[in-house]
């Protein structure tokens, strides 16, 4: 047995099984490449699920982990540390927030965002108003009330029952929302572009509408963006292509360069009903990851980053085009923007993903039958070209299986 048969006979023997791991074990990654331990490489269209957005490696990444971990790991929440207020200031300074609270993941964010908004809408408009809106294809996370505002039945269904008063509408269906805000209505939340459920826009008319009836019915208007913000859609948040700005957003996947952390951006009126003891953490906001964060978030900032990610964003949507026009069988649609696009599939997309390992790809799946391209921000032209030929092979090899 090899080593790598080994760890993989170890994990099913060891960890429990919610996840189905293709045949190799990662080793190491190299700017926008991953390498297993058979030393087999994998040109990496995932980035860990949209949160290696700088690649592996940087070098400003590396040293600001290692100088921060030498220094100060780990305070806890109860003192004061540099990095964390400085990070704060700078999401604050970047968006339409007022004020930040730091968590470890997006699911975490989500959580906290409920519970914001719930005591803003308790605290300024009485009791009852604690409902909240959500849209069919949304992900907002795993945990209980996260999970509660989560369209997909398979993820809900075992663990049942969630938090009552969770509404779920079609996306941009403004006559549907106009019909089901109420004064009990506390928040909406949506994804200003879905991730997870299929890689689904936002239509700018829809996200406009949802802010004027949010203020009509005095409901916050929640923008998750812990996988569509922070530069993956060549604007630093998803929510300015629309010109739409939340009362509350959640961050997470990126913010960390591959180290967890979320946050809680908000408006100083949702903020301000927030005392001390309403919510808090251990681990959040940790030295470390701050100061990473933080030198993730000057890199990611940056209008020349933001620049590239919409010059080689549209390299690969002209290039999408192309191989749409190529499989019109195959390729059903193609979705996105920057660099978060959507492939359905008219075959299955897993034999897609597990096709791409053979050929040193690495995909993932959305929703029912999409491919979701998620890459690294720093991908260039080369590595769009280098993806587009393995996705013919792809492509070329599955429309001939089913021939
Ligand atoms: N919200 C969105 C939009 C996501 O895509 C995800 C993860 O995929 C989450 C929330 C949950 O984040 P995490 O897995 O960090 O808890």
Redesign the pocket.
Known sequence: MSNAQQLMADEKQYVLQTYKRPPFVLDHGEGVYLYDTEGKQYLDFCAG??VNALGYGDKDVLATADGQAHKLVHTSNLYYTAPMIRLAKKLVERSFADKVFFCN??????EGAMKFARKWARKNFGEGKTEFIAFAH??????FG?LSLTAKEKYRAPFEPLIPGVTFLELNDIAALERAMSAKTCAVIL?PI???GGIYPAQVEFLQAVRALCDKHHAALIF?????GMGRTGKLWAYEWAGVAPDIM?L??PLGGGL?I?AILMTDKIGSTIEPGDHGSTFAANATVCAVAEVVFDKISDAKMLQHVNQVGTYLGEKLDALKAEFPTLVKDVRGRGLMWGIDLTLDTNKAVSKGYDKGLILVTAGENTLRLVPPLVIENKHVDEFADKLVAILTEMSQESA
Do not use: L, M, W, Y
């Open positions: 699920i949209a993941s997006g699911t975490e964010a989500n949304s992900f907002h996370g795993r945990t996260a994804e879905q991730g997870e998750d963006e812990v996988q569509c959640t997470a996947k967890p979320g």
